[in-house]
């Protein structure tokens, strides 16, 4: 807007018109037929017209519509990216923070979903997570419905660790009081970290049974809950995943099978909003003081700094979210085999 939208078309006109100049001294060259006294132009009225005409074609149809989606968004470019754009700006040996987060759940719905008696200590299900950003987002944990979980004495309470990572994650020491079926885990009602829906300008929504984003009716109080995912690794981490639907395509669609709380925390420039840990800061900067915060009340369990490979923007190298908006999306999956 700073710019000017005169401005703006002007450039695009010098960039189309320099590019016809090249494609045609490149036919010549490769002596390639085609008819450059009539190129078509994206700025002349009879193409605008045609994509339009296209356009309106499949609007009649039902071939046009708008939903949710979660996408690789750059906050700089305020763009979402294509797989092919996504693909070029990928970067080895990116570091981030590694933190392992503690949710309280109620020893007595513990126990009754569980069998396992805490004897009065509290217990916590131990989640993994690269960007603790998203963390004021989250809305479920997911557990493997066929792994079995340790329950480990630590520090006079009882962590929840997949039995596979509880020495790797609590030492070789780590003994287990019990074990429980994650299975079992299912449906289970924990603490939230942070509630944005009532305490700051947080975007706050629910998929309804269809699976599409609606407002939040009701109280948010007891829908932050349990549920059982395939995709759960057993290899890494705790065995227990964080799940926020605004920020990732698995957690998007888990959040419409299980009709979970949307909490958007975060806008598109990629900025935090009010009523969580650093309210204004970029995401990325806004990790250490989202990670400080939990572990001043005692929900941080461990925390170290990784190195793997993350998606950066291609055009100016700003780190992409995966960040759920509403697009305009044309049905192709529909007309596929009509097609073939």
Avoid at 56 to 68: L, R, T
Avoid at 98 to 120: E, L, N, P, Q
Avoid at 208 to 221: F, I, Q, T, V, Y
């Amino acid at each position: 807007e700073a710019y000017g939208i005169a401005a703006f078309n002007r450039k695009c006109k010098e960039s189309v018109s320099r590019y016809v100049d090249e494609w045609t001294r490149l036919s010549d060259r490769i002596a390639f037929w085609a008819d450059m006294e009539n190129p078509y132009v994206t700025w002349h009225n009879d193409y605008i017209e045609t994509g339009w005409w296209i356009f309106k074609q499949m609007w009649d149809h039902g071939n046009v519509y708008q939903d949710y989606r979660s996408t690789p968004h750059c906050p700089r470019c305020g763009t979402s990216l294509s797989d092919h754009e996504l693909s070029l700006g990928y970067e080895e040996d990116t570091p981030d923070p590694s933190v392992y987060i503690k949710f309280r759940v109620d020893s007595a719905d513990f126990a009754k979903a569980t069998g396992f008696d805490s004897s009065g200590k509290n217990v916590f299900l131990v989640a993994w997570t690269t960007t603790p950003w998203t963390l004021p987002g989250n809305t479920a944990l997911a557990a493997s419905a066929s792994a079995t979980y340790g329950l480990y004495e630590h520090e006079g309470e009882y962590l929840v660790v997949a039995s596979t990572l509880g020495k790797a994650l609590l030492g070789e020491v780590a003994i287990a009081a019990g074990t429980v079926q994650g299975e079992s885990l299912a449906g289970l009602a924990y603490v939230p970290l942070y509630t944005p829906e009532t305490t700051g300008d947080a975007t706050v929504l629910r998929f309804d049974h269809a699976g599409h984003l609606k407002p939040l009716e009701g109280s948010p109080e007891g829908l932050r809950r349990v549920i059982n995912a395939d995709y759960v690794s057993l290899d890494d981490g705790s065995g227990i995943v964080h799940i926020a639907p605004a920020f990732g395509t698995e957690d998007f669609n888990e959040g419409k099978l299980y009709r979970l709380l949307f909490v958007q925390h975060v806008d598109t420039k990629g900025l935090m909003s009010t009523g969580v840990p650093g309210p204004g800061l970029f995401v990325k900067d806004a990790d250490p003081v989202v990670t400080a915060d939990l572990k001043e009340r005692g929900l941080l369990l461990r925390e170290s700094t990784i190195k793997h490979t993350y998606p950066f923007c291609w055009r100016c190298k700003t780190p992409l979210l995966y960040y759920a908006k509403p697009s305009w999306y044309i049905r192709t999956t529909s007309q596929k085999e009509k097609l073939l």
